[in-house]
């Protein structure tokens, strides 16, 4: 959708004769017209979607990378795990301004930075933000923002009617598409068995695991994972580490 999105700007921006939004704001404040609104992609765990669909999500985030930018379109894109699978090179090419938090190794500092020294942070928001106008990191320090605080400043922009109308369409179609496939999934999905099957012998749990496994999407991964604890296979969520697995191998688990 976003990439659909952004052509169709660059289509908007030729026809006003701009070369960016700046530009098409500017000309469209001047004549009455609506303006053409930022948007902020945020990925929160970037490694879960690169299981699933790697090549495709590649191609996607370095072709919005590349060009988005003129078009008021931003990429945010977080992950627990800054491996080079996750974090490719045509990737880190077209996203030159990266922050690192504490880190477990050197290896994984060069991998986001392209530089030792986040493994040496000290946590709480401590970290070393890189950009194109720097060529050594700044150690900075991020602030702290509770869910309370998120949920206010989400509750602010709700009650100012502040979402674009394509944006309520777009999640309005999301919400449909979520609909149906939980529908569809939720307790007669006829990857329950495998899905099962792998938890138990890997003696761990996770919607990344059963989405490089079985080949399948985030979503309907996450699902099998919520039927999963629903039936006494798996324990409940803890935080960024793998479930715990309730049911020993060696059991009759062929029954839950």
Same mark, same amino acid.
């Given at each position: 959708w976003l990439v659909s999105e952004m052509e169709r700007r660059f289509t908007l921006l030729a026809k006003a004769t701009v070369r960016d939004i700046s530009g098409f704001n500017k000309k469209a404040l001047f004549e009455g017209e609506s303006l053409m609104p930022y948007i902020v992609l945020i990925i929160d765990e970037l490694a879960d979607i690169m299981a699933a669909k790697g090549r495709e999500v590649e191609n996607r985030i370095v072709r919005l990378a590349q060009l988005a930018r003129a078009v008021g379109i931003h990429l945010v894109l977080a992950t627990q795990r800054p491996s080079v699978e996750v974090l490719t090179g045509l990737i880190?090419?077209?996203?030159t301004a990266r922050i690192a938090f504490q880190v477990a190794s050197q290896f994984?500092?060069?991998?986001?930075?392209?530089?030792? $020294?986040?493994?040496?942070?000290? $946590?709480? $928001?401590?970290m070393l933000f890189?950009?194109?106008?720097?060529?050594?990191?700044?150690?900075?320090? $991020?602030?702290?923002?509770?869910?309370?605080e998120v949920q206010r400043v989400v509750n602010w922009f709700k009650e100012k009617e502040m979402l674009p109308k394509f944006a309520k369409d777009l999640v309005e179609s999301l919400q449909k598409?979520?609909?149906?496939?939980?529908?569809?999934?939720?307790?007669?999905?006829?990857?329950?068995?495998?899905?099962?099957?792998?938890?138990?012998?890997?003696?761990?749990?996770?919607?990344s695991l059963l989405q490089r496994r079985l080949k399948i999407g985030y979503a309907r991964a996450a699902r099998l994972i919520d039927l999963l604890e629903k039936r006494g296979v798996v324990g409940p969520s803890r935080g960024s580490k793998p479930r715990e697995v309730l049911i020993k191998e060696d059991e009759d688990w062929e029954k839950v």
């Open positions: 880190k090419a077209n996203i994984d500092s060069r991998t986001i930075l392209d530089l030792a $020294g986040a493994e040496k942070l000290l $946590g709480k $928001g401590d890189l950009s194109p106008e720097s060529p050594k990191p700044k150690r900075v320090q $991020g602030a702290f923002i509770s869910e309370k598409e979520e609909e149906f496939e939980k529908e569809f999934f939720v307790e007669d999905d006829p990857l329950y068995e495998k899905a099962k099957e792998v938890v138990i012998k890997e003696r761990r749990a996770s919607a």
